[in-house]
């Protein structure tokens, strides 16, 4: 219990000042809003634009890094240093030298300005300050001289020291003698030790924290024990001490505010650690959960400090009499004292895991999250992030590439937070400034943003490529807009492809109708049972059925025409076409199917890109007919014979209608199934040559009269250096580039690179560096074929164009493993990708720069004679209408086409999107498919609008091109055409109803016209005889 003031009456007197004092809740916001934050959820980015903010913070922003004494100092026993809890409780590791930080401070300093940091935050070791943990006795004088050393430099250098009173050493004398926090003597010797550091340190001290994440105190120190010092007291050990650490806090605030502040005017704060949940499913139910997961650890501490000076009533209501409680007095003496908000968010809190009190909810490190429900659950405070940052493991060293862009992450997600959400943001501690000791994981893991050898003796500190990442960071205050060029206005040629690219076309081989397999007549109640029966030993020739009794090729073929495309990408099913692999026995209704699609085609004024072999790199044979997969697949080179005969048939059966052929789709990713490097380069070795045979056959036997070009399509996101600081990741990304395009291309194309000895064959960087590799290994030559003289002069130019498939970007760093681990086929490189990218649900980034530097750097390597072509580029989408991330796709990535022909003068012809319908999920497709029904996507008509203006003129309205008016789907004619029976049924039944109509109406004229003649006659008749007129009957007519 906090001392009481002598008099009632004072008493609420004094309280009413205090209360005045500190303010009452600001205006600024309203408390308790917290779970506006799910309630009103941001939209999942979409655009790279909303996913990263180009900005900068605003001026005067702390930029910082820090560390605690415990982790860094070591001198452990030095200079009158007494043992801390930490010093007791740690075994086989410990942090008696740790980064050497207590004789090494200069170098910290200096490590410091070469950030270009504006803040240092550190905390003073209270056991070298108090050994036996009283500041009423006599204080270490060279611990109090270490640490005057140390601020004066920093104010010095015009960096602002921000220092934390306790960060977890606490003197092991009060463990021993009090129990720790358990006791609430220590809130008194607690308010004396920071009095002494106000009153010593505090004319250069503008920026305290009282201690640092007491959560983890409270919950690992005390009652599971995985911290120092080891109780294992429980959830009402956790509690207890949580309570007293509150209650030490708001004893020291007041202290400053009272005794301090008048003369020193700093502030004071203390730093609490998060987490971030989301929920699963957004009901109000999980709001609640989340809203309860937040409060049962940041709340904890922050509604006494920052709230109505209690626990949250979630905590109240789960914990009962077990959780203590403050009385009405300290409920006032509590609000109010923090005088901004330090968050700790990194892995200390995050990586707890099931640990954490998530409540079934999805755990997150989403910073500006956190930062949002900290300004609406507390009235918009100010907010320092006093420690920010994560881990990386102890043998990644100073190449933390992943560290990187996590720190990244973390800072823009601070200025979203600052810029778009309005966090009064005051500024952001990179943790921590050097490797240190980390807690109850040791040296397994690194913080520091400068590397520190803990098996060398002098503990030199080298700068991390996250120092060199944060410093440029720093620099620029944020992330400025980047200078790219503008979007521009143009069109695309006349003749550009304007295409749709399919993985599949399933081949209907047999007609809907009976009437063309089955020669039976018929009759109704021939045997005298009401039914229909065949007439025995009666039988008609079958008709043959015409393309368009194929029911789906034309509604197919119409919605593809609705989408205003040119051009159609899709393959041929190999296996299907000769099931033995070889001519002796060729499915002529597979390719008369074929033939159909392509003359409906034509019908329509669309144009084919025919795929002979779509490898579907999974088993049983990859695509493979089923005998050729069998014999050893494209490993053997009677796969390459079989390939040219294949490729004859189709040229010979289908060419009168294709003008563009593809071989082989993606080799470059067909030679990833196979595990062993020698079998990868085996198989690129022979897929090479039977593209070649097929090339050169199409030249020598059917170019001359059917014209045509044909090509391979090679799989070609492009690369980034993963780590931008780091020489070896650029390599990477070279190396990276020539095995995925390099490797197909060199031997085909003609490079700038190449002398005479390198023509028709595999780029020289690729074979130098596996002959390095193998010699590395032990191994007596490199695993790479070699062609022989004649395959070489049949690969040489054996590419009308360059047909890519191109999805994202990726970034490439170098495998970390050793050489002689690593397996000789592949390019020793990984891929990751930037957590800052926008992404789609299967993770593929969308990063439309990279369209055009891939364009550039094949350009660059291969010259501008050979046209390009996109021949398949999309996204997954799982919006079954309003997709809004392939609607951007198509827009941002056709604009970075329209750039790289425009601006710089890439010979583009085509882009193809992939794909046109879904399945039976949306993904990739233009239209979703749905219980066999077709709807069009939002995407369709900005693909179809592109098409229309051929691109992006300066006038929406303007169309250079002739351009392919849309087919609309008629829904009608599409279930007629599924339903032609029931269709010819009909019309027979109205042809029936016109005759049987048309005969009546005969009949009743013909009768009319008898009755009328005869009368006629009669009349005539009488005239004659009686040469007058017919005597009246002067009689009355009888009734």
């Known amino acids: 219990m906090l001392d009481n003031p002598p008099c009632p009456r004072i008493q609420w007197l004094f309280l009413f000042i205090l209360w005045w004092a500190n303010g009452w ?95 240092y935050s550190f905390s003073l070791s209270w056991p070298r300050l108090f050994p036996d943990g009283n500041a009423q006795s006599r204080p270490n004088g060279l611990a109090v001289e270490h640490y005057n050393r140390l601020i004066n430099k920093l104010v010095e250098k015009q960096i602002e020291p921000i220092v934390t009173i306790h960060h977890w050493d606490l003197p092991l004398v009060l463990q021993k003698v009090y129990g720790g926090w358990k006791n609430e003597t220590l809130i008194r010797l607690f308010e004396d030790y920071a009095a002494f550091c106000f009153r010593t340190y505090g004319d250069r001290v503008k920026y305290w924290l009282t201690m640092h994440n007491p959560y983890l105190v409270a919950v690992q120190g005390y009652g599971t024990g995985v911290h120092a010092p080891g109780d294992t007291g429980g959830l009402a050990g956790s509690l207890m001490v949580a309570h007293n650490l509150i209650r030490a806090h708001a004893k020291a605030w007041h202290t400053y505010n009272t005794h301090f502040r008048p003369t020193q005017k700093g502030k004071v704060s203390i730093v609490l650690g998060s987490h971030w949940v989301e929920p699963q499913k957004a009901t109000a139910a999980n709001v609640d959960l989340c809203q309860q997961s937040l409060e049962a650890v ?44 330090a968050l700790s968010f990194g892995p200390n809190n995050l990586r707890l895991g099931r640990d954490l009190p998530h409540y079934g909810q999805a755990v997150t490190p989403d910073m500006r999250s956190v930062l949002g429900w900290i300004k609406l659950e507390y009235g918009d405070p100010q907010v320092l992030v006093a420690e920010g940052g994560w881990f990386s493991e102890a043998k990644v060293g100073r190449e933390d590439t992943v560290a990187i862009y996590l720190m990244k992450r973390f800072i823009n997600q601070a200025l979203q937070a600052a810029r778009l959400d309005g966090v009064r943001l005051l500024g952001y501690t990179a943790w921590s400034l050097v490797d240190g000791f980390e807690w109850n994981y040791g040296y397994s893991v690194r913080r520091g943003l400068f590397y520190v050898d803990f098996n060398q003796p002098n503990r030199i500190r080298t700068p991390k490529t996250t120092a060199q990442y944060y410093r440029r960071v720093i620099a620029d205050n944020g992330f400025p807009t980047v200078e790219t060029s503008q979007e521009v206005k143009g069109q695309f040629p006349c003749d550009f492809h304007w295409g749709i690219a399919d993985s599949t076309l399933q081949a209907r081989l047999y007609p809907f109708s009976p009437q063309f397999t089955d020669p039976h007549v018929y009759s109704w109640n021939w045997t005298g049972d009401g039914s229909l029966r065949p007439i025995p030993g009666e039988k008609l020739p079958t008709h043959r059925s015409q393309c368009t009794d ?191 395009l390099g490797r197909f291309l060199d031997p085909l194309l003609r490079t700038r690179y190449e002398d005479k000895r390198d023509k028709g064959d595999y780029p020289h960087e690729i074979k130098a560096y596996l002959k390095e590799k193998a010699r590395v290994m032990g191994q007596q030559r490199s695993p790479l074929p070699t062609f022989t003289k004649p395959e070489r002069e049949e690969l040489k130019g054996a590419l009308s164009f360059i047909a890519l498939n191109h999805f994202t970007t990726r970034l490439v760093s170098p495998s ?125 008509e900005v693909y179809r609008q592109i098409i229309t203006r051929s691109g992006f003129p300066e006038d929406a309205t303007s169309h250079t091109c002739r351009t392919r008016e849309a087919q609309p789907v008629c829904s009608l004619c599409v279930w007629m055409s599924k339903n032609k029976a ?27 016209r008898y009755t009328k003649g005869r009368r006629s006659g009669v009349s005539i008749i009488r005239r004659r005889r009686g040469g007058g007129s017919p005597p009246v009957c002067s009689r009355r007519p009888l009734i």
């Open 550 to 740: 194929y029911l789906t090729i034309r509604s197919h073929l119409h919605l593809f025409a609705s989408t205003g495309a040119s051009h159609y990408r899709f393959p041929l099913n190999w296996s299907l076409i000769l099931p033995h692999g070889d001519l002796s026995h060729v499915n002529m209704e597979a390719l008369r199917y074929y033939r159909c699609v392509l003359t409906e085609l034509k019908k329509l004024d669309l144009e084919a890109l025919i795929i002979l072999y779509y490898p579907t790199h999974k088993a049983p044979n990859l695509g493979l007919p089923g005998p050729l997969h069998a014999s050893g697949g494209w490993l053997n080179y009677s796969t390459v014979e079989a390939f040219q005969e294949y490729a004859a048939l189709c040229y010979r059966e289908l060419g009168s209608w294709v003008r563009y052929w593809i071989t082989v789709n993606e080799p470059n990713r067909l030679t990833d199934i196979y595990s062993d490097g020698n079998e990868q380069h085996q198989a690129a070795h022979n897929l090479l040559l039977a593209h070649a045979k097929a090339w050169r056959l199409h030249e020598r036997m059917f170019s001359h009269h059917e014209g045509g070009m044909v090509s391979l399509a090679l799989h070609a996101d492009w690369a980034e250096p993963a780590n931008p600081f780091l020489s070896s990741h650029t390599a990477a990304v070279e190396r990276f580039l020539l095995f995925e």
């Open 816 to 940: 970390p493993r050793n050489l002689h681990q690593k397996h000789p086929g592949n390019h020793d490189c990984l891929t990751l990708t930037d957590p800052t990218w926008p992404s789609s649900s299967l993770g593929q980034a969308l990063v439309p720069w990279g369209l055009r530097k891939v364009l550039n750097w094949v350009t660059e390597r291969y010259g501008r004679t050979q046209p390009i072509i996109i021949t398949a580029s999309g996204v997954d989408d799982q919006a079954p209408v309003e997709d809004k991330m392939r609607q951007h796709y198509l827009k941002s990535y056709l604009q970075e086409a329209l750039k790289a022909r425009r601006l710089d003068s890439i010979n583009l012809q085509g882009f193809y999107v992939w794909k046109l319908q879904d399945g039976h999920v949306p993904q990739y497709g233009l239209f979703t498919s749905t219980h066999r029904q077709s709807t069009a996507k939002a995407s369709s």
């Open 982 to 1008: 029931l269709t010819v049924f009909v019309c027979c039944l109205l042809l029936v109803a016109v005759i049987f109509i048309a005969l009546v109406f005969s009949v009743i004229t013909t009768k009319r």
């Open 298 to 341: 940041l709340g904890w501490f922050a509604n006494p400090i920052l709230g109505d000076g209690d626990y949250p009533s979630s905590l109240r209501i789960k914990h009962g009499a077990l959780l203590p409680t403050f009385s009405a007095q300290e409920k006032l003496w509590m609000q109010n004292t923090a005088d901004f908000f």
């Open 25 to 119: 809740p600001q205006a600024s916001g309203s408390t308790g809003d917290g779970r506006q934050m799910w309630q009103n959820p941001k939209p999942v980015p979409v655009t790279l634009e909303q996913s990263f903010l180009h900005d900068t913070f605003p001026a005067g922003f702390l930029w910082g890094s820090g560390t605690s004494a415990f982790q860094t100092e070591g001198s452990w026993d030095q200079d009158g240093k007494g043992p801390s809890i930490w010093d007791n409780f740690t075994q086989s590791e410990t942090a008696n030298v740790a980064s050497d930080s207590y004789a090494q401070w200069e170098e910290d300093v200096q490590e410091l300005e070469y950030l270009g940091v504006k803040s």
